[in-house]
């Protein structure tokens, strides 16, 4: 499968591989916008039938898509006029940092020092940051966390028993002071 990843959008047109990928609870939600349905609000007492009810949706759209599009889309999926269907935050369009920077270059030594085999690469993932504020700022930003991700590890993720091995917090924290430092430096040293 890794040799597919390469290329995904070519490798999305093999219907096997489609399949295998949607299939895949890693990979899923990376390759289609999401709904998940996450807050439920009614009456405060189990005995008392509410007047209204809301919930609230955690919509995560893929890089490129239309929010206003897939608003309507929705709209047309619940089709109940007496059913309000409003955004509760402002979406920005995802944005990404270039990896021939300073920065970029600082974090790749970094974690090879630590760890010479480590890939230090670009990854589509749910989450959200703030750096997506700061780009257009013209702040490079990254989502560099220096944290071995084992299977094992990425299992915990926004779980209940979600952890981090002591350790990697302490080296963690040793490699992002090493960056901070190092680029720091050597910005001070040009002209």
Do not use: W
Request: hydrophobic content about 40%.
């Amino acid at each position: 499968m890794a040799s597919k990843l390469r290329d995904i959008r070519a490798a999305l047109k093999d219907p096997a591989f489609a399949r295998a990928l949607a299939g895949d609870e890693d990979y899923n939600y990376l390759i289609r916008d999401t709904v998940s349905l996450t807050v439920l609000k009614g009456s405060e007492q189990t005995n008392v039938i509410p007047d209204t009810s809301s919930c609230e949706l955690d919509v995560r759209l893929l890089p490129g898509e239309d929010p206003q599009a897939f608003l309507a889309q929705l709209r047309a999926v619940v089709a109940d006029d007496r059913i309000a269907i409003e955004p509760i935050s402002r979406y920005r369009a995802p944005n990404s940092s270039p990896t021939n920077t300073l920065l970029y270059r600082t974090i790749e030594q970094v974690v090879h020092q630590h760890n010479p085999r480590a890939l230090v690469v670009p990854a589509l993932n749910s989450g959200y940051t703030e750096s997506q504020m700061y780009r257009p700022l013209g702040i490079f930003s990254y989502g560099f966390i220096p944290v071995e991700i084992t299977p094992e590890l990425d299992s915990t993720e926004h779980a209940a028993n979600e952890r981090v091995p002591a350790d990697q917090i302490r080296r963690g924290v040793k490699m992002l002071y090493e960056v901070v430092a190092r680029v720091a430096n050597q910005q001070d040293t040009q002209p």
